[in-house]
């Protein structure tokens, strides 16, 4: 008898198993059915939630607009990424000709190496405490509100008690601080985030219960803030597909849920998880890299001196030799970096983008030339003059060790002037220094900042 009854037992199960089975939908919202429209007295009810912004402020939503245009799932679930630039062949192969030195301590381009290296060390630390940048950060597992729905027939379906898990497993895919644009963008990914609760169908036929599970499938989260007020401006999460089981007590599917989730329980997914999200920016990486990244640059000690840098550059036979750039009428102490962002690249290298400008520079100073190995000149203590230095540092480092992959810094002078002094008989010589001291200068910046951050954040590793 007691056999009979395991045998009947394992029957009823198996046949339970087999009439149970994953429901899989799409994540586009605009697609979904809006199935429960019959009235007000069919509304949902449900706990209140978070205001989620529309906005219509272009600078506020330029990286929102950017990423998601090119991150959208019609071209499948893949990210677009702009690759390390490098200058021009020659000017990579004279950098590594000319034996520069690295930026010395007291200088105004020491400070943003400095600089750059404080912000290199705040995510260096996140690395070490977990794996995946940033989400660190955000609550595991995640609870949901309690959602009540009142369907056509007159059925209360509760959806209760659930909990988003796999956050951990999330990562922070972009992160963009722009001072310039006002701006702060963080977008994050998870390939797999799955949530479990319980249902109750109250019905004076057949009143239900049973257990739920939602599987939501390549799910990114944006969140976009004004720094200068703080407000954000976010929506309800993305994700490319779902899918979802539900089982009564008696171990059997209730295809009656799926409209609920369908219409709805998806959206409130997507919203307790952007919410989330948005919570993330104002605690741990985030607030630490937006207060480091505020900070000017005179709180690093840069010293007395606005002195950028001494250039000694040669291509072939012609050189140029200048000491003191940037030592006169030129106040640095207000400084900092007008743009940092963080992306990860794949499951193995992440970039690290750095922008800033250096606005009117002068400076005297005596310059050397040389032409052709033979054709000398000197300019004694000659003026000289930079509207903007704009510089752009683009690091990638490995995900696992935080070992350098590649630095790359790459410098543009704007409103470059000079004054000569002294006359000089070669009429070749005037016109070779005004045309090639500017690019000579840039290159030789670049040089000695990538000498300087390769000896500050690569932990000597050899290039």
């Not at 090119?70 to 690759?83: D, T, V």
């Not at 990579?92 to 000709?97: D, F, I, L, S, V």
Request: glycine residues 4%; proline residues 2%; charged residues 25%.
């Amino acid at each position: 008898m007691k056999a009979a009854l395991v045998i009947a037992s394992l029957f009823v199960t198996i046949v339970a198993l087999d009439a149970t089975f994953v429901r899989k939908f799409p994540g586009d919202h605009n697609q979904r059915q809006d199935v429960y429209k019959y009235g007000s007295d069919s509304e949902f009810m449900q706990t209140p939630k978070s205001e989620f912004f529309e906005n219509d402020d272009i600078e506020s939503n330029y990286y929102y607009k950017k990423f998601n245009q090119m991150n959208n799932y019609e071209n499948g679930w893949s990210f677009e990424s702009e690759e390390v630039g490098s200058n021009e062949e020659s000017s990579e192969q004279y950098k590594h000709n000319n034996n520069v030195e690295v930026f010395q301590p007291g200088t105004a381009s020491r400070g943003v190496v400095e600089k750059i290296a404080a912000i290199d060390r705040i995510i260096a630390k996140e690395q070490q405490l977990n794996y995946n940048v940033g989400v660190n950060d955000l609550k595991t597992p995640l609870n949901v509100r309690n959602v009540y729905i009142k369907n056509p027939q007159r059925e209360v379906i509760t959806l209760k008690n659930a909990q988003i898990k796999n956050i951990e497993n999330g990562h922070l895919k972009y992160l963009v601080i722009d001072s310039e644009r006002d701006a702060l963008f963080v977008q994050y990914n998870f390939d797999q985030l799955r949530t479990e609760g319980f249902f109750k169908i109250d019905s004076t036929v057949d009143g239900q219960h049973g257990d739920f599970a939602v599987e939501l499938h390549k799910v990114r989260s944006n969140v976009t803030e004004k720094l200068s007020t703080g407000k954000t401006f976010y929506r309800p999460s993305k994700f490319e597909y779902a899918d979802v089981v539900a089982t009564n007590q008696h171990g059997y599917e209730v295809e009656a849920l799926y409209e609920p989730f369908n219409y709805k329980y998806f959206t409130v997914l997507e919203e307790t998880v952007a919410d989330e999200v948005h919570n993330s920016i104002h605690k741990g990486l985030l607030f630490k890299l937006k207060n480091e990244i505020n900070t000017p640059m005179n709180n690093i000690k840069t010293g007395q001196y606005s002195k950028l840098f001494d250039l000694k550059w040669q291509e072939k036979l012609n050189a140029l030799e200048m000491n003191n750039i940037g030592s006169k009428n030129w106040q640095h102490g207000d400084r900092q970096i007008n743009s940092f962002s963080y992306t990860r690249l794949d499951s193995k290298t992440y970039q690290l983008r750095y922008n800033t400008v250096l606005k009117n520079i002068q400076w005297t100073s005596d310059l050397k030339t040389m032409l052709s190995g033979e054709q000398q000149a000197f300019y004694k203590s000659s003026n000289f003059k930079v509207d903007k230095v704009r510089i752009n540092v683009t690091i990638l480092k490995n995900i696992n060790n935080h070992q350098c992959n590649k630095v790359n810094v790459n410098v543009h002078l704007d409103g470059f002037n000079y004054l000569p002094v002294g006359q000089v008989q070669n009429s070749n010589l005037p016109s070779f220094t005004s045309h090639q001291l500017p690019r000579f200068m840039e290159h030789n910046f670049e040089a000695a900042m990538e000498k300087s951050l390769e000896q500050e954040l690569c932990f000597g590793q050899t290039f």
